[in-house]
């Protein structure tokens, strides 16, 4: 409540615009300092259906916060840990007392939308259908909703019980049902849904989990991981507890390659395993895309970093296991299409790093499983799904939002990607 004192209440309020869903902040940040929390989160509620998630993982430092005056010459308010206070004061109450804050179930309109994909996307795209009486149900390929937030995002980050599963339970509270291990384009497609189960329209919210990898030798190795393999394992097979019987290998050195908020991820679970890790970076520290935040965490936790080092090959040892990855020091030259300087190799310049595993942590595409299946539907150069401002693809009736047409962004993006969709299918069904 201290902190929500500092806001200045611009008359222009910068931090609205930073935020891609426009939550209305000086105006739920007011409701703290009176003490009337409800108040905020009906507020924030209005534009988000995700808050808890949000205010621990949004990059609020290039967002909200970024475009906070006081942030010119000191510290901005904290408007992400605000509306995590507010999101977690009210799922630690029963729901008859969150008075205003909770969304009344609608009154049913008789129209039925499938939405593929549990992650921020079709959640945040779901829930405004089924508020304004939609009969939702979302199709989800792994045994446990809510897509990155709970296979990527490792527990200590973002807590699956105590957090994501209560965001997942308000969604399901509007009536959403939730089907998971169900594959579209495997256990049934698109068109089965269209023309054999009654549905009127479709969101694909498939998201981008298709790892990359080098196409260096020995990436086949045992002991070689994708970081989605990675964290999957460990979050939804919970490979970190010791009462679960789907362990993981992390190794006793384990070298990370690549410098985003997933190799930071990556890292701080195999660190959290018992590997003394490194992450390897072909650019410098300035150029590190992840965020401040998980950079420092990482450095404080004791990661290695080594910088301008690029991995050439991994080599074996007599069992077919990691025994060492062979890099090459890096110099930075021009800049490249990025703006950022493209690495050169330093000629000569290679040596190995000792290490058991290694973890791939270098971008995802969209997986091509549903536009396979589903004809019609196009794809941009980059795999991603193809799709108008409002997530109308090139197929009548099929929309789509988030990493799935983006390629890997954000979790916010993804959100109001889904909300587009949502008032683009309210309109399509309306006939307008
Ligand atoms: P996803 O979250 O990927 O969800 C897609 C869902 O669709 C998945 O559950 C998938 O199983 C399902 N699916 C796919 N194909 C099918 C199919 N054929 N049938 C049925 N279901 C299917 N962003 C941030 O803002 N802050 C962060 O700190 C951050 N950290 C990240 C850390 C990691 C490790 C990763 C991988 C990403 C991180 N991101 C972060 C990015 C962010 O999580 C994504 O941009 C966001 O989750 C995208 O949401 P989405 O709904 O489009 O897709
Ligand atoms: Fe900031 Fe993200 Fe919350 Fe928007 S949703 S106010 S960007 S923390």
Not at 83 to 89: H, I, L, P, Q, T
Not at 132 to 158: C, M, N, Q, S
Request: glycine letters at 12%; proline letters at 5%.
């Amino acid at each position: 409540m201290l902190e929500a004192t500092r806001c200045l209440h611009c008359k222009n309020p910068r931090c609205v615009g930073g935020c891609p869903v426009n939550i209305q902040i000086p105006e739920f940040i007011s409701h703290i300092v009176t003490g009337d929390i409800d108040a905020a989160a009906a507020v924030i509620a209005k534009d988000s259906s995700l808050p808890a998630v949000c205010g621990r993982v949004c990059p609020q430092e290039t967002q909200c916060e970024g475009q906070c005056i006081l942030g010119i010459k000191g510290e901005p308010v904290a408007i992400g840990k605000l509306e995590r206070f507010v999101a977690d004061y009210q799922h630690a109450r029963p729901v008859g007392e969150r008075g205003s804050a909770v969304a009344i179930k609608a009154v049913p309109n008789g129209h039925k939308v499938a939405v593929i994909g549990s992650g921020p996307a079709g959640l945040a795209c779901a829930a405004d259908l089924a508020k304004w009486g939609y009969d939702v149900t979302i199709f989800e390929a792994l045994h446990k909703a809510g897509g990155v937030l709970a296979y990527g995002i490792p527990e200590f980050r973002l807590p699956k019980d105590k957090v994501l599963q209560k965001e997942i339970d308000e969604v399901t509270g509007l009536g959403v049902k939730i089907e998971t291990d169900v594959i579209i384009g495997r256990t049934t497609d698109i068109d089965d849904l269209m023309e054999n189960e009654g549905f009127e329209a479709v969101f694909i919210g498939t998201g981008a989990g298709l790892p990359r990898f080098m196409g260096i030798p020995g990436e086949n190795l045992s002991g070689v991981f994708s970081a989605n393999e990675f964290l999957t394992r460990n979050n939804l097979m919970k490979a970190y507890r010791d009462d679960y019987l789907t362990p993981i290998h992390a190794g006793k050195k384990c070298c990370v390659v690549g410098g985003g908020n997933v190799a930071m991820d990556a890292a701080r679970t195999a660190l959290r395993l018992g590997a003394d890790t490194t992450i390897v970076y072909r650019r410098s520290e300035a150029e590190l895309p992840a965020r401040k935040e998980e950079v420092h965490h990482a450095k404080e936790e004791g990661i290695d970093f080594r910088m301008l080092t690029n991995p050439v090959e991994i080599l074996s040892d007599e069992n077919g296991w990691v025994r060492a990855m062979k890099c090459i020091r890096m110099e930075l030259g021009e800049p490249d299409a990025s703006g950022r300087r493209s690495p050169v190799p330093v000629d000569g310049s290679e040596f190995e790093i000792e290490c058991d595993t290694v973890i791939m942590a270098l971008g995802t595409s969209p997986n091509p499983l549903i536009a396979q299946t589903t004809p019609g539907l196009e794809r941009t150069r980059r795999g991603g799904l193809v799709a108008d401002e409002a997530g109308a693809t090139t197929r009548k009736g099929i929309f789509a939002g988030g990493d799935a047409v983006t390629g890997a962004a954000t979790v916010i993006l993804a959100m109001g990607a889904g909300r587009k969709a949502a008032e683009a299918i309210d309109a399509y069904l309306k006939g307008e």
